[in-house]
């Protein structure tokens, strides 16, 4: 059994929209009674019991978990009904607002688009590198910040060409001197 996904930041309110899938990575059936999860704070959640089949992924909305995540520096844990570590994932960093943060299909840790009780998707940070940046908390990107720089700058040298144009003594103050 391991974690599959889990969303910490999601699009808007966060609380009661977080939720954890777990997948069934073994061969056989795994029973859920006694199995909990623990956040950063350490705090643990029993899991609703349930017979996960192998290949099969379940889920735990928020509402039912009623354990919180935070949007940077936060971890999971999954612990089996012995106490013993099952899974665990951890991420460093702001958390990407509308995210999850799972397996790849080379099992290794990413964010994704969020599949809720599905195949977890691609990673998503390819996608976001293809344009070279990733948006910062104001919402600009560096890029915007140039375009808007450039254009402010193109018009205020519009503006002072208009009213150089426009008056006589500043015409002649650019053109022929004092």
């Keep these: 059994m391991q974690i599959s996904e889990w969303l910490p930041n999601p699009t808007g309110k966060d609380s009661g929209n ?9 061969e056989v059936a795994v029973n859920l009674t006694g199995w909990r999860i623990e956040n950063y704070k ?10 996960v089949l192998p290949g099969e992924r ?19 844990r999954l612990i ?4 013993k570590e099952v899974d665990r994932g951890s991420f460093s960093g702001e958390a990407l607002e509308g995210y999850s943060y799972g397996r790849d299909s080379k099992s290794e840790w990413t964010w994704l688009r969020p599949t809720p009780g599905q195949l977890n998707s691609e990673s998503a940070l390819p996608h976001l590198a293809d344009v070279g940046y990733v948006k910062n908390e104001s919402g600009l ?6 375009i808007m720089l ?10 002072l060409i208009y009213t150089v144009r426009q008056d006589d003594y500043l015409a002649k103050l650019f053109t022929e001197g004092d």
């Design 58 to 76: 379940v889920l735990f909305l928020g509402k039912s978990l009623g354990i919180t995540f935070r949007n940077q520096n936060d971890s999971l």
């Design 80 to 83: 089996d009904g012995s106490g």
């Design 42 to 51: 350490k705090i643990e959640k029993k899991l609703s019991a349930a017979e």
């Design 141 to 146: 990107i560096m890029s915007d910040f140039i």
């Design 18 to 26: 977080e939720w954890v899938e777990l997948f069934n990575n073994e």
């Design 150 to 159: 450039v254009g402010a700058s193109i018009l205020i040298v519009c503006y």
